[in-house]
C-alpha cells in the first residue's frame, strides 16, 4: 500500500548496515554504472544527496523523453514550486536521512515533504545532467498526480505558517491550482 511505503522506507533505512543509500522503485530500470557513479558524484564533491536525470518509460519499455532536474544552489530557487528530484533516482547519506526524521507516512510525496524539510539546513544536494535512471509512466498515474499536488499545497502552507514568506503562500496557492485543473 502506497500510504505505508514512508514507514517502510524508513524501516529499511534505519535498519541498514551501510552509510550510503540508493533509492529505487521495483518498476523502474537502474543504469548499469549508476551507483558507481553517483557514489563517486557523491563522494567527490561532498555531498549529502545527489539525484540524476531520468528517462521516461511507458509499461511496454518505450522511451517518452528525457527529464532534467534543477542543479546546486537552482535547487533551492525552483524547490518551492517543484520537486527538485526524481525520487527513484536519489542517493544520500543514512546520517543525513536520520537527521531530518525520515520520510511523514501516509502521502503520496513523502520525497517532497523531506526536501522541503530538508532544506532549511542547508543541504548540500545537487543532481546529474547524466540520465541513470529509467522511469516508469503508468497510465493511471493522473490521480496520484492530483492528490500529490494537494499535499504540496499543504506542504507550501505549513512553509508559510513557519516561516511567514509571501512565496510560500503563493506556492499554495500555485499547487491548490494545479491540483483543482488535473
Request: aromatic share 14%; hydrophobic share 35%; net charge positive.
Amino acid at each position: 500500500c502506497i500510504g505505508q511505503l514512508g514507514f517502510s522506507l524508513n524501516l529499511a533505512i534505519s535498519r541498514s548496515k551501510y552509510d550510503i543509500i540508493a533509492r529505487m522503485d521495483s518498476d523502474d530500470i537502474s543504469h548499469p554504472e549508476r551507483l558507481e557513479k553517483q557514489i563517486t558524484y557523491l563522494e567527490k564533491n561532498n555531498l549529502d544527496l545527489v539525484g540524476t536525470a531520468i528517462n521516461l518509460i511507458d509499461e511496454n519499455d518505450t522511451f517518452l523523453g528525457l527529464r532534467s532536474y534543477p542543479q546546486k544552489n537552482a535547487i533551492f530557487k525552483k524547490i518551492i514550486f517543484k520537486n527538485p528530484f526524481a525520487h527513484p533516482s536519489v542517493m544520500f547519506r543514512k546520517d543525513f536521512f536520520l537527521k531530518h526524521r525520515g520520510y511523514s507516512g501516509g502521502f503520496n510525496s513523502e520525497d517532497y515533504d523531506l526536501w522541503l524539510r530538508m532544506r532549511d539546513s542547508i543541504p548540500r544536494w545537487d543532481n546529474m545532467d547524466e540520465p541513470l535512471l529509467n522511469y516508469r509512466i503508468h497510465s493511471n498515474s493522473t490521480q496520484k498526480s492530483k492528490l500529490a499536488y494537494y499535499e504540496c499545497a499543504s506542504y507550501s502552507l505549513r512553509e508559510f505558517l513557519k516561516n511567514r514568506k509571501m512565496i510560500n503562500f503563493i506556492a499554495c496557492i500555485y499547487h491548490f491550482s494545479k491540483a483543482l485543473i488535473k
